[in-house]
């Protein structure tokens, strides 16, 4: 959770991976409408198997975005992000500030 100036601009909330992505889309896209970008990305496990992993994002008009990955670096967990243009700001700058000095390729 992410507070500025005493009030909420972020949340990441984990998500049990593939096994629950497909719900846990459906739930969003109920409350929040058809995503502004959806895709799947092909990821493998360890034993070579596939698996979709559904990634997508609404930008609402009240400058909030929702951020959805089915599955993460483990297929067991997934994430939803949802943050201001504030916080979003923020993450930008943090990252940008990371890189300061560290040569572009």
């Known amino acids: 959770m992410s507070i500025i100036d005493g009030v909420v601009h972020g ?9 629950s992505q497909q719900r846990d889309y459906e739930l969003l896209v109920a409350k929040f409408g058809k995503p502004g ?16 992993i559904i990634e997508a994002a609404w930008e609402r008009p009240d400058g909030i975005t929702i951020l959805f990955q089915g599955a993460g670096s483990s297929l067991d967990a997934g994430t939803v992000k949802v943050q201001t243009t504030r916080e979003a700001a923020r993450l930008k700058e943090l990252r940008e500030q990371a890189n300061v000095g560290k040569p572009k390729l």
């Open 11 to 19: 949340i990441n909330l984990s998500t049990l991976g593939v096994d």
């Open 37 to 52: 970008l959806k895709r799947l990305v092909s990821k493998q496990n360890r034993m070579g198997a596939t698996f979709e």
